[in-house]
């Protein structure tokens, strides 16, 4: 009866570490194993259940430093709700990582133990933050799924969510989530309340703008960190080539800042002139990314040239000439982020873009037409 008695409290124990990582499979083997090994009754009781204690012991030792191991090993990918896979974007709830939930329109918190979990939902800037809307799929005892489109979103580059359980309460995020940030409503930042953060930035083979840091031949890692991951220091590691350190990014339209960490020193980019000095007194490398934008000007089918100037070639009226194609005159332009002024000068006469009802008055009495590149 002893001898059981301590094999099933080991059990409970060696169970409850099953959520730090042990395998189940593993857990029901060394039940087994200890049940089939019990001690008959008419043997030398002290002496074999002296024996089988030290087993039980021994196993339980070996078994701690096991986990311990494997938990002191570093992710490679550390856990922020979501990763990218192909053109998706996987959001992925994970039990482990939170500990509390806000109950929603009271501010009560509740620790997850006491929660009965059927549902679990994202909501976001993307939904509305629509509670309902965005629910997962369950693909493991703790875990939850839901694929979208990454052409589902708009342009804008970060996005910030939050999981939803059953419907009514917030799960906050835990410390070790590298991809919190502060609630920030109406300009006050909410001191005791985080979302989660999705940038849309990410690495591509075929992304359209290459980081490469020469040099540092014996770093033993070098990893991309910048405003379009919240700085963070672990997504965008490096891959090492002939002469340096390089990898891609798919990004959007826009104004950037961004450094390289070579095992664990920070640096801006010798490569790169563009800077700005940063509140560590260090400065941060500049990137600007333009967007190709087409503009076209239909229906003017005896017109004898087009143009088109703006603010992004200071207005210059020969600069960007238009080429007819069908019943259109096109011109493609590279645009950074930002808002745009524009006009097409049409056989010498200025006009606005019929085709866009966005237009702005500059002051000086004239009407141009306006377009906003994300």
């Known amino acids: 009866m002893a001898y059981r008695y301590l094999c099933t409290c080991v059990y409970g124990y060696i169970s409850r570490m099953a959520n730090g990582g042990l395998q189940t499979d593993l857990i029901a083997r060394l039940w087994n194993k200890l049940n089939h090994e019990a001690p008959p009754i008419n043997s030398q009781p002290m002496q074999i259940l002296n024996q089988h204690i030290m087993k039980i012991f021994q196993t339980l030792i070996l078994l701690i430093a096991t986990t311990a191991l494997s938990w002191a090993q570093p992710e490679e990918e550390p856990y922020r709700g979501y990763y990218f896979d192909g053109d998706e974007v996987v959001f992925e709830f994970d039990l482990r990582y939170f500990e509390e939930a806000t109950v929603d329109g009271t501010g009560k918190r509740v620790d997850f133990d006491d929660l009965n979990i059927y549902q679990v939902a994202v909501a976001g800037d993307f939904n509305h933050w629509s509670r309902k809307k965005w629910k997962m799929k369950k693909i493991g005892p703790q875990r939850y799924q839901l694929r979208k489109k990454i052409a589902d979103f ?3 580059f970060r996005w910030e969510y939050k999981f939803v359980i059953n419907g ?18 109406d300009n006050i930042v909410w001191e005791e309340a985080y979302n989660l953060s999705l940038f849309t930035a990410r690495q591509s083979p075929d992304g359209n703008v290459r980081f490469f840091l020469a040099g540092f031949e014996s770093a033993k890692k070098v990893v991309l960190s910048g405003s379009f991951n919240g700085w963070d220091e672990h997504a965008f590691a490096m891959e090492k080539v002939e002469g340096g350190w390089a990898t891609r990014l798919q990004l959007d339209a826009g104004r950037y ?15 790169n002139p563009l800077r700005r000095k940063n509140q560590y007194e260090t400065y941060n490398s500049i990137l600007e990314v333009a967007k190709p934008v087409t503009f076209r000007l239909e229906h003017y089918d005896n017109t004898q040239d087009a143009f088109l100037a703006g603010s992004f070639n200071d207005w210059r009226t020969d600069d960007i000439r238009m080429q007819r194609e069908g019943n259109a005159w096109v011109a493609t332009v590279s645009l950074k982020g930002g808002k745009h002024w524009y006009k097409f000068i049409v056989d010498g006469k200025w006009i606005t873009d019929p085709a866009n009802p966005f237009r702005e008055h ?3 009495g004239h009407i141009n037409s306006v377009i906003v590149v994300r």
Request: hydrophobic share 35%; net charge negative; no cysteine.
């Open 154 to 156: 708009d342009d804008a």
């Open 168 to 185: 009514e309460y917030w799960a906050e995020p835990s410390k070790a989530l590298p991809n919190k940030s502060k609630v920030v409503h």
């Open 257 to 271: 800042e961004y450094k390289f960490i070579a095992d664990g020193e920070w640096m801006e980019d010798p490569a």
């Open 362 to 364: 500059d002051g000086m």
